[in-house]
Nanobody, 119 residues
Framework: QVQLVVSGGGLVQAGGSLRLSCAAS????????MGWFRQAPGKEREFVAA????????TYTDSVKGRFTISRDNAKITTYLQMSSLKPEDTAVYYC????????????WGQGTQVTVSS
């Protein structure tokens, strides 16, 4: 069983920055892709970013490109989402998730953390 624990959310003014962390435990994460998702009030959960095990492959949704950076520290089994130039529309509950590189389904999810960006 995989456990993912998310931390780092909070309230920030527009233009500010926050860093989210996702600490994993429970199994080896070799060949696992780590992803970040978010869900704003009244909207469906959406993909934000993902990173391969090696860290050499990253993908982002268009709305965060150039502002958010996903990274991982495999020694600490932790994934990060550095968010800069935050906008009110980034306000959402953010989740991290893990999936095998051999599947498309994220099978493990952390609890959400609220990110609120004030204008």
């Amino acid at each position: 069983q995989v456990q993912l624990v998310v931390s780092g959310g909070g309230l920030v003014q527009a233009g500010g920055s926050l860093r989210l962390s996702c600490a994993a435990s429970g199994r080896t994460f070799s060949n696992y892709v780590m992803g970040w998702f978010r869900q704003a009030p009244g909207k469906e959960r959406e993909f934000v970013a993902a990173i391969t095990w090696s860290g050499g492959g990253t993908t982002y949704t268009d709305s965060v490109k150039g502002r958010f950076t996903i990274s991982r520290d495999n020694a600490k089994i932790t994934t990060y989402l550095q968010m800069s130039s935050l906008k009110p529309e980034d306000t959402a509950v953010y989740y991290c998730a893990a999936r095998s590189q051999y599947t498309t389904n994220y099978s493990s999810w952390g609890q959400g953390t609220q990110v609120t960006v004030s204008s």
